[in-house]
């Protein structure tokens, strides 16, 4: 049996590694500087996959920047979480079915909420 390599990362360490850098940037980075504020070295690609991971979480924002892409870090928590919704919404195969279970489960408040920003929303 062989021991992983010393010093190997988790997944989660590293997306929580990036996310610091990230909410601790006054700006928008991009993967190559993301990788370059890392504690350690790490390959280009590597980075872009957790930035694209983080970003299909909902978990940051990205905007072109060139050819790249330049990340933020999401700290509106109603955005992470609708991002989120979307994710899995997109990951069905039946969006109507799925739609329509959820709304068929929410109570009475969160309906008439519902509705209510339809309405607003011109939904």
């Known amino acids: 049996m062989t021991s992983p390599s ?3 990362r988790d997944r989660g360490d590293l997306e929580a590694e990036v996310l610091a850098i990230l909410a601790r940037a006054e700006a928008s980075l991009t993967s190559g500087e993301v990788a370059q504020r890392l504690e350690r070295p790490l390959a280009y690609t590597t980075v872009m996959t957790v930035l694209s ?3 299909d979480k909902g978990a940051v924002s990205r905007v072109r920047n060139g050819r790249a892409y330049a990340y933020s870090f999401q700290r509106d928590e109603a955005a992470r979480r609708a991002a989120q919704m979307h994710r899995l919404l997109d990951a069905g195969e039946d969006r ?3 739609l329509a279970q959820f709304v068929g489960e929410l109570g ?3 309906e008439a909420l519902l509705q209510q ?3 607003e929303t011109g939904g």
Do not use: K, P
């Open 6 to 8: 010393r010093g190997r």
């Open 108 to 110: 009475q408040e969160d």
């Open 53 to 55: 991971r983080l970003h």
């Open 96 to 98: 109507a079915r799925v």
């Open 117 to 119: 920003l339809l309405r």
